[in-house]
Structures are given as C-alpha cells and as structure tokens.
C-alpha cells in the first residue's frame, strides 16, 4: 500500500537511508523490550520476595545499558530520516529543473509557471516526509508487531495473538479513508496552484488592472479562490482529524485488549506477575508505529498528489533538439511547412499550414499579412523556439531540427517589440551581447540607431537604467535593443514588429538601422516582419502570408503590379495614412 516504485526509482540512494532508519528503530525497540523485561523480572522477584543484590546491580546494567542504546537509535535514526529527505531535495529538484530546460519554452504547453513553482517547491518537500518519514515507518510498523509477538508469544500465546490481530485494523482504517482522501486531496492541489495562478497573473497584470480600475473585480474573484482553498484545506484537515481519531479508538482500543486478557490469565494462574505487567506495559507498542504511519499517511497522501503532477510534468513529450553546429552558409529554405499550437482541450491549431519560401543568404526580407495570419508563430519556429513543426526548414542545406540549440541562438537574433533591457548601465546592457566590444563599437551601433546623440548628453555609455529601463522612452528603448543585437554579430537576424509602437522619428531611425544591416554585410541574413507595409518596400522580396501559407511573393513593385492580395494591402494603408495625415493638418 502506497509504496510508489517509480517515485523511490527516481532517487535510488533514499533506499539506503531508510533501511538504516528501519534498522535504528528496531534495535530501540528491541532494547526497549530488554529494559522492560528486565524490570518486570525484577519487580516479579520483589514481589516474590526472592531478589537479590545482584539481580539489583544486573537490572541497572541492563536498564543503563538499553537506554543509552536507545538514545543513540533514535539519534541515528532521526539523522537517517534527514539524509533521506535530504536526498529527495538533491535529486528531484534538479531533475524537475532539467527537464525543464530540455522542454524550453513550449513547458507552457504542458503545465502553468505558478503550478511548476509550487510543485518543484512544495510539492517536493512534501515528498520529504514520504521519504524521510513515511517509507521508514511503514517497514518498522510491520516488523515491530511481529518482533513483540516472537517475545510475547511465549509469556501468553493467547494476549499475543489478540494483540496481533488487532494490528491489521488500523491499515484497513487507512485503506478505507484511502479513496475518500484520494480525491479531496487532488481537488485541495487543483485549487491550490488555482489560486496560486490567479495570484500571480494579477501581481502580473497590477498596473494594468490599476489603469482600468479593475482591481477590486480582480480582488473577488481571488477572494473567492482564496475561500474555496480555505474550505477544501478545512474539509482535508478533518478528513485527517478523523482518520487519526479511528486509529486512536483502533489503537488503543486493542492495547486494552491485549492488557484485559493478561489480566484475566494473571487472575487465573495462566502467567505470572512479571509475564502480566511484561504484557502490560508493551501492548501499546504493538500499535503505536502504525498509529505513527497513519498520521505520515496523510503528509505523504498530500506529497504523493504533488508527485502526480511531477510526473505529468516528466513525462511532457520533449521537443527534439540537434546537436549539429551552425553550417557555413545561412541561406534558409521553407517547404511544406506546418505548425499547430496545443490548444487547452488538447486539439491542436493549425496556424501554419503549407508555407514554402526561399530566403537567400545576405538578402532583406519582409513577411506581411493581417494580423494573426502567423508571423510571428513562423519567426519563433525560425528560431527553433518551436520545434515540434512538420514540413521542412534548412539552414544552409541542414535541416533546422539537427541544429544544436546553443549554435542557433548564437547565430539567430530576434528582436521583438518588447525587448527587456536590464537595471543597470547602457554599457552593460550592450556589453551582453558582445562582452568584449570596445567602446567604439558601442558608440557606432548607437549611432546606427540614432541614439548616440542623446546618451552623449546624458552620461555616455555610463548612463544609468531604471528597472526595464522605464526612465527611457518606448522609441529610445526600442533603438537601445536594436543597438544591442546588431552588436551580437548574428548570421540570421529576425526583427519582429520592432518598429511598432514608437514614434515616427524612432520608426524611421529603426528601419533605417535595419535596411543598412542588411545593405552594408552580405553574409547578414535579415528578416523583417512588419504590419506597416511602407516600412519594408525597399525588400529584395516581400512573402504576404495568409491562411497559413505564403500568397505570394515578390518586390514592392511586382507585388503591386500583381494587383493582388499586397496591392489590396497596400492600397488599404496608402489610404488610412493619407487620411491621417490630412487629419493632421487640418
Ligand atoms: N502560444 C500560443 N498558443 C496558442 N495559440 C497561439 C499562441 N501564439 C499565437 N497563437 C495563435 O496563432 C495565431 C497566429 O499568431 P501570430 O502571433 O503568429 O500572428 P501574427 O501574424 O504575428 O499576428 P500580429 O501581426 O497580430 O502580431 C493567432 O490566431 C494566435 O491566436
């Protein structure tokens, strides 16, 4: 019951560490048995009045003796019982962190950030006490029943057996609230990393709860997950309560057994006083280890819920990852690509479907579409942040899925529109992604971005950021990210919509910085992905996606030629900006 093979296979020393704790309470208890026997001898010969000096002198040896050897188990046992928990920290942690990274950024598919936290944290220190605690007592609650019955058995055959018997009701107490508990227990997880998702998407969103004044319908709705895991957590305690008060009645309720019969055997001359009080005064232990594994039960009910969603974390399907490094060329073929994402009721959304597309070596180019259509999902399968795509993709004649994930981050920048910039200074913050970059080359990718002349009259490269670099401006920050990775020296790079969201002046300086990357270096690979069609026109060739596959292809002009879907496009935006800016001077 409750021995969980593939939790204990998972951290194999633990095996060790709980014979040893087993070991240690035997050799208590059965010191315990020593003292006890010998004192009840003792007492049996006062009563008979036939002891003597030296039965004296041997009593206290014997007693000396069992008690410093029982200070002593407990102590081991207890050191035991830590080195086991310990071990299941050591080991499951970095396991759980581990595959964590092997999944990379698609964990989000199989279980929530707040759910990881709590398991990997929680979760895992309550298998401690399954470990540590549980395991030990559940071989030490078998073997002590049947060591006292071998001692007991040839003081009084019938005490012994009455005792041994009732032994068995307590795990049949434990079985039958097993099922019950089962279930509570998984609802009591389900609502605790519940609330805890809730807690952290709204410390999350906080500010812009504030703008909407929607933090006091956010309060309720916490409130109400805070009181639905108060409730659960109460019904659980009870449920524990009550199991503990059934295996108290259970437990000594048999002990008064036990004791009532040796009695009745003393009274009648069956055994004599020594054999009587032996009876006595060991009863108890014949149940109080299993007592003690019903009250772990319950902490390693608790620990071995939190195992569940470990293993369901362990057993996520891992993305294959290559090893090979980056090929000498970088020009990227796309063919028959298809990509779904996991959606929450396990269906799959197909977002990608069919795309096929050549980007040459050294070449600008531009991937349009309305919004949604799955730019940004091919970017990041670009990136090998998606790995589990069907089709094909090459880089340089490899195929993408053979590149080691370490080569392709080196050699694929992606620029977002929210790139994080870090607390701290400029210099630093360029430093990242070329740490041995002279002063000159950082000066010269500002002054690519335009941004050089600001920071001169802040201070320089020592000029300091707030947290998310919040005392700059979207443009500025913007700029300061593209400064950053045209320092990185990639092969490939991927902006996404980095130019969305600033200013006009910001926009042009961006676009400007980009175009000249993909103009001045021929071995730059440079895709840019843009929702403003007047931003990428000057592209060797512009890709309009749409449901999932690649309408059309070609530059500015032959697109518009084409009369088709980019012309449409373009026509619809040439329309809304001139609109704009009529509106503007008016
Ligand atoms: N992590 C995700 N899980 C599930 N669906 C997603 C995820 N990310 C994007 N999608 C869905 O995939 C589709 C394509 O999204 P994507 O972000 O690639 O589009 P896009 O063309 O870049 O859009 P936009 O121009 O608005 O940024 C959308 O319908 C979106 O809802």
């Not at 006009?504 to 961006?510: G, W």
Request: charge should be neutral; proline fraction near 3%; glycine fraction near 6%.
């Amino acid at each position: 019951m409750m021995i969980n093979k593939r939790l204990i296979g998972l951290v194999p020393e633990s095996r060790r560490f709980v014979a040893q704790n087993v070991a240690f309470q035997w050799v208590s208890l059965v010191a315990n048995i020593c003292l006890i026997s010998v004192v009840c001898r003792m007492l049996g010969s006062i009563f008979e009045h036939s002891a003597s000096t030296g039965d004296f002198v041997l009593t206290a040896g014997v007693a000396l003796a069992a008690i410093a050897v029982r200070a002593l188990c407990t102590t081991s046992a207890a050191k035991a019982s830590f080195r086991a928990a310990r071990s299941v920290k050591q080991r499951l942690r970095p396991i759980i962190y581990e595959k964590l990274l092997r999944l990379g950024p698609s964990y989000r598919e199989h279980a929530l950030t707040s759910e990881v936290v709590q398991v990997s944290v929680e979760g895992v220190d309550q298998l401690e006490t399954y470990f540590g605690s549980y395991l030990p007592q559940l071989f030490y609650a078998l073997l002590a029943p049947l060591t006292l019955f071998v001692v007991l058995a040839p003081v009084s055959l019938v005490a012994a057996v009455v005792l041994l018997v009732c032994v068995p009701l307590i795990p049949l107490a434990i079985a039958a609230v097993q099922t019950w508990a089962k279930r509570l227990l998984s609802k009591y997880w389900g609502s605790y990393t519940a609330l805890g998702d809730t807690f952290l998407e709204n410390l999350q969103g906080l500010t812009t709860l504030k703008i909407y004044a929607a933090d006091e319908m956010k309060q309720r709705e916490m409130n109400e997950r805070a009181e639905e895991f108060r409730r659960i957590t109460m019904r659980v305690l009870v449920m524990q309560l009550n199991s503990i008060a059934i295996m108290d009645i259970v437990a000594y309720g048999g002990a008064a057994a036990g004791i009532a019969v040796s009695l009745f055997q003393f009274q009648a001359g069956a055994i004599d006083l020594a054999g009587c009080l032996m009876i006595m005064l060991l009863a108890a232990d014949y149940f109080l280890p299993m007592r003690q594994l019903g009250s772990f039960f319950h902490i390693a009910m608790n620990g071995m819920a939190a195992s569940d969603k470990i293993f369901r974390l362990l057993d996520a399907e891992e993305p294959a990852v290559g090893s090979l490094p980056f090929p000498t060329r970088s020009d990227i073929r796309i063919s028959g690509l298809g990509f779904a994402y996991q959606g929450d009721d396990a269906a799959r959304k197909a977002v990608l479907t069919n795309v096929n597309l050549a980007i040459p070596e050294g070449s600008f180019t531009a991937i349009v579409g309305e919004s949604g259509c799955g730019k940004s999902t091919l970017a990041s399968v670009l990136m090998g942040r998606n790995r589990a795509y069907t089709g094909s993709i090459t880089i340089g004649g490899t195929k993408l899925s053979e590149l080691g994930p370490s080569a392709l981050m080196r050699q694929v920048t992606y620029v977002g529109h929210q790139s994080y910039l870090f607390r701290g200074t400029v210099r630093e913050n360029l430093l990242a992604a070329k740490p041995n970059a002279t002063d000159e080359e950082l000066w010269r990718a500002l002054e690519t971005t335009q941004l050089a002349g600001y920071l001169r009259s802040e201070q320089g490269l020592e000029t300091r950021l707030a947290e998310q670099a919040s005392n700059l401006s979207g443009g500025q920050r913007q700029r300061l990210a593209l400064a950053r990775a045209l320092l990185h020296d990639a092969r490939i790079y991927i902006f996404d919509e980095a130019a969305s969201n600033v200013d006009v002046e910001s926009e042009d300086a961006i676009m400007a910085a980009i175009e000249g990357l993909a103009r001045s270096q021929a071995d730059k690979t440079v895709i840019v992905i843009s929702h403003r069609l007047a931003n990428v026109t000057g592209a060797d060739q512009i890709a309009v996606l749409s449901h999932g596959s690649v309408k059309e292809t070609g530059t500015h002009a032959e697109l518009v030629a084409r009369k088709d879907a980019y012309a449409a496009l373009w026509t619809a935006q040439q329309e809304l900006e001139n609109l704009g800016c009529e509106e503007a001077t008016r």
